[in-house]
């Protein structure tokens, strides 16, 4: 886009250029058409060089993404021609795989900027990955807490560093999560499972109904 845009800076140039040459050295310049459809590609393109400008900062969420998405759309959109027409086109079909993806659904979810956006299948499918996640985080922290105990229990019995000891303790460590999370998909592990899920269902479903939208230039980090 910016190539583009400085080709454009130089029309007058150009134009001069071609009217001062001389015949045996003529220089070739652009019609006016084609100066005008590379002034509207440059047009079409300017939302996407911004976008991708926001898309580079330090702090950036999925959420942001989202929304740094639309605004490049409905910007693009706005421009109402050939070229930006073919760019939300694609965009149109790229967001089938993007927000179909249950990450970013979750994470669109947990910004009141931007939940509002998803429809009732899509905070569902939100929700289920959440407490998804946080089952399995529950189960690492209660795999992994036994585990830091014995270490320190056996850590105070000798000062001297066993490299094949720690080889065996973080084996002991690999092993007690893997147990942990394969036990999920066992039937035994259901009625737990859903024991566990219900401190965390409340607070999704208080989140999801009462959370009120926020203005999307609100900082969600800020206190």
Same mark, same amino acid.
């Given at each position: 886009?910016?190539?583009?845009?400085?080709?454009?800076?130089?029309?007058? &140039?150009?134009? #001069?250029?071609?009217?001062?040459?001389?015949?045996?050295?003529?220089?070739?310049?652009?019609? =006016?058409?084609?100066?005008?459809?590379?002034?509207?590609?440059?047009?079409?393109?300017?939302?996407?060089?911004?976008?991708?400008?926001?898309?580079?900062?330090?702090?950036?969420?999925?959420?942001? &993404?989202?929304?740094?998405?639309? #605004?490049?759309?409905?910007?693009?959109?706005?421009?109402?021609?050939?070229?930006?027409?073919?760019?939300?086109?694609?965009?149109?079909?790229?967001?089938?795989?993007?927000?179909?993806?249950?990450?970013?659904?979750?994470?669109? &979810?947990?910004?009141?900027?931007? *939940?509002?956006?998803?429809?009732?299948?899509?905070?569902?499918?939100?929700?289920?990955?959440?407490?998804?996640?946080?089952?399995?985080?529950?189960?690492?922290?209660?795999?992994?807490?036994?585990?830091?105990?014995?270490?320190?229990?056996?850590?105070?019995?000798?000062?001297?560093?066993?490299?094949?000891?720690?080889?065996?303790?973080?084996?002991?460590?690999?092993?007690?999560?893997?147990?942990?999370?394969?036990?999920? *998909?066992?039937?035994?592990?259901?009625?737990?499972?859903?024991?566990?899920?219900?401190?965390?269902?409340?607070?999704?479903?208080?989140?999801?109904? =009462?959370?009120?939208?926020?203005?999307?230039?609100?900082?969600?980090?800020?206190?």
């Amino acid at each position: 886009m910016k190539m583009l845009q400085s080709l454009l800076d130089l029309k007058e &140039f150009c134009l #001069e250029m071609s009217i001062t040459s001389m015949q045996s050295d003529k220089f070739e310049n652009l019609s =006016e058409l084609e100066w005008t459809k590379v002034n509207h590609i440059c047009q079409a393109l300017l939302p996407a060089y911004i976008c991708t400008k926001k898309l580079q900062l330090e702090q950036l969420t999925l959420s942001d &993404f989202y929304g740094y998405w639309l #605004e490049c759309k409905m910007e693009t959109n706005k421009l109402n021609t050939t070229f930006s027409n073919m760019i939300v086109s694609n965009m149109n079909l790229r967001e089938k795989d993007l927000f179909g993806n249950n990450v970013i659904l979750a994470a669109i &979810f947990l910004d009141p900027r931007y *939940k509002i956006m998803l429809d009732n299948e899509q905070c569902k499918k939100a929700k289920s990955h959440l407490k998804e996640v946080w089952y399995h985080l529950l189960m690492y922290k209660e795999a992994i807490v036994p585990s830091i105990a014995a270490e320190s229990s056996t850590d105070t019995d000798t000062l001297v560093i066993d490299d094949f000891e720690e080889l065996l303790k973080e084996k002991e460590r690999q092993v007690a999560v893997y147990k942990s999370l394969h036990s999920i *998909k066992s039937g035994g592990s259901k009625s737990v499972q859903k024991e566990k899920q219900k401190p965390i269902d409340c607070l999704l479903n208080n989140y999801d109904c =009462e959370q009120a939208r926020i203005n999307r230039k609100s900082d969600v980090f800020g206190v």
